[in-house]
């Protein structure tokens, strides 16, 4: 990953955001500075990366689609800006390692936990790798909710939540998939008290 080049991304996509919506940004203080963290956000257009992560000042990694890394623009860019790939619609062993590998070593990892864009912009069901992550590692869990459309000039609201403790679960020896349903109700938490 290249810190330079995210940077600039960083900045690019501020500038853009800023110049053709209206964007708020809520909570950014609640995301912990020197620990791992997974960031997990409802995905409702496929300017949900650059909008979470372009206003927080911790580089993110992102779980991307592993059809992306061949796409002839984007294969060589994406991996310099942090991201690694998953294949989806199956369990990707490689990807969960790497996930786990980044959380252990203070990384920030962003991930969308319902794999794929909402049509209706509602909550999805979660799928279990984020609730894997969430119990396999000692990162915090940062809900997140993108609040609006993406038409121009229109208003978005970006909400960063407390973390979510999964001391009990872990305890308990809960689920994956209980982990992720308590992840996927704390960012419903933040879609219902801020739209």
Do not use: W
């Amino acid at each position: 990953m290249s810190i330079r080049l995210f940077r600039i991304g960083q900045f690019l996509c501020r500038t853009f955001f800023r110049l053709f919506f209206r964007v708020k940004v809520i909570g950014t203080e609640k995301i912990p500075d020197n620990i791992g963290v997974l960031l997990c956000s409802n995905h409702i257009h496929a300017l949900d990366p650059p909008l979470v992560g372009a206003f927080i000042k911790r580089p993110t990694r992102y779980m991307a689609k592993a059809e992306l890394f061949e796409a002839p623009i984007l294969k060589g860019l994406i991996p310099k800006l942090g991201a690694f790939p998953i294949k989806r619609g199956m369990s990707d062993r490689q990807a969960l390692r790497t996930g786990l590998k980044l959380l252990s070593e203070g990384e920030m990892v962003g991930v969308f936990p319902e794999g794929t864009r909402s049509k209706n912009r509602k909550l999805q069901k979660g799928l279990t790798g984020v609730g894997f992550f969430a119990l396999r590692s000692n990162a915090a869990i940062v809900p997140c909710a993108i609040i609006g459309n993406y038409k121009l000039f229109s208003k978005l609201t970006i909400v960063y939540g407390a973390p979510i403790s999964m001391e009990k679960l872990r305890e308990e020896k809960a689920s994956a998939e209980e982990a992720t349903e308590k992840i996927m109700e704390g960012i419903q938490t933040l879609l219902d008290e801020y739209n």
